[in-house]
């Protein structure tokens, strides 16, 4: 059975920093594109980043601009999300997803974890 868990959530004011971890299990994942989702309150989920097997190539939203720094360790089975220069408009729930694929722009994945909650005060 596939259990992805997150971690790291919290409260954090603007301009901090959070590390959000999630430990996979249930099979081996390094084949897998891993990524990041996150839901605001009253809106959609939406896709954060994406990391491909090995960390090859890495996909990051728009809204990341260069703040956000997905990465992997396999040995561990674990995806890191590195938020920096944290906003109001951050706060969220986070997901985990295994197994990310996109088309037309659409990002989607097949395994999720239940989520951390990150907000962040002005």
């Known amino acids: 059975q596939v259990q992805l868990v997150e971690s790291g959530g919290g409260l954090v004011q603007a301009g901090g920093s959070l590390r959000l971890s999630c430990a996979a299990s249930?099979?081996?994942?390094?084949?897998?594109?891993m990524g990041w989702f996150r839901q605001p309150p009253g809106k959609e989920r939406e896709f954060v980043a994406a990391?491909?097997?090995?960390?090859?190539?890495?996909y990051y939203a728009g809204f990341v601009k260069g703040r956000f720094t997905i990465s992997r360790d396999n040995a561990k089975n674990t995806v890191y999300l590195q938020m920096n220069s944290l906003k109001p408009e951050d706060t969220a729930i986070y997901y985990c997803?295994?197994?990310?694929?996109?088309?037309?722009?659409?990002?989607?994945?097949?395994?999720w974890g239940q989520g951390t909650q990150v907000t962040v005060s002005s």
């Open positions: 997803a295994a197994d990310v694929r996109s088309a037309g722009g659409t990002w989607w994945g097949d395994y």
């Open positions: 249930g099979r081996a994942f390094t084949a897998d594109t």
């Open positions: 990391i491909s097997w090995y960390g090859a190539t890495r």
